[in-house]
């Protein structure tokens, strides 16, 4: 159980153009989900916090028009990369959680790469 | 704010047993976790501690102690597989929903 998958894994696009990534749990619902990146050989830097029908909490730095973060149901958020640039190139992680349990859930990651 | 410092990198030998640290200073703590990530994929959850002591899962253990801001992970009969990076992360209250900040992560190479 506590499944989380992403959609896409990998992404290539041109520089300008938007990117959606989805996120979804798929056998839990879950209320907050959460969108981390994580630069080569760095950590997971958390970008926001995304609870069901509310908007969501940006951390500091990350531009909430960039940043698009959308979480209609208990089953899926989604972050869209509006006018993405190189320097947006990353590995995107989602991760959700499910209010019995401790942990958060990952899913396997959207590795994107901006031209 | 949240700091969370752990080793850059170690390495070990197959069948041995490492001890990885972490050390932390944040408010509102509310649990620690270790996962492990290996290159290019997300994070699998390994443990979770909320009390002090030990907590012990298979070949993997968790220390905590609260008043110190410590923990350590203890991988017993290491694998080849083992290779992988170990992220501490704090849990702590913020804007009501638990969110994690994660350490930069420990490298671990096990050798033959």
């Known amino acids: 159980g506590a499944v989380v998958s992403q959609h896409p894994s990998r992404v290539i696009c041109k520089s300008g153009t938007s990117v959606k990534i989805e996120c979804r749990s798929l056998?839990?619902?879950?209320?907050?989900m959460f969108w981390y990146r994580q630069f080569p050989k760095k950590s997971l830097m958390l970008m926001a916090t995304?609870?069901?029908?509310?908007?969501?909490?940006?951390e500091q730095g990350v531009e909430k028009d960039k940043f698009l973060i959308n979480h209609a149901s208990l089953t899926l958020s989604t972050l869209t990369v509006t006018s993405a640039h190189p320097e947006d190139s990353s590995f995107y992680i989602c991760?959700?959680?499910?209010?019995?349990?401790?942990?958060?859930?990952f899913g396997p990651g959207t590795r994107l790469t901006v031209l | 704010g949240q700091n969370i410092d752990q080793p850059t990198e170690m390495t070990a030998t197959e069948g041995a047993i490492v001890q990885i640290n972490c050390t932390y200073q944040?408010?509102?703590?509310?649990?620690l976790f270790w996962y492990q990530q290996h290159a290019g994929e997300a994070p699998t959850f390994l443990s979770y501690?909320?009390?002090?002591g030990l907590e012990e899962k298979g070949r993997f253990s968790s220390f905590l102690s609260r008043s110190k801001g410590y923990s350590y992970l203890l991988l017993k009969e290491l694998q080849m597989k083992d290779s992988a990076s170990y992220l501490c992360?704090?849990?702590?209250?913020?804007?009501?929903?638990?969110?994690?900040?994660f350490g930069k992560g420990t490298k671990l190479s096990v050798i033959p």
């Open positions: 501690n909320v009390l002090d």
């Open positions: 991760s959700a959680r499910d209010l019995g349990r401790s942990e958060q859930f």
């Open positions: 056998d839990f619902q879950a209320t907050t």
């Open positions: 995304s609870n069901e029908g509310s908007k969501a909490t940006y």
């Open positions: 992360a704090v849990r702590h209250s913020g804007a009501g929903s638990y969110q994690l900040t």
């Open positions: 944040t408010s509102g703590f509310n649990g």
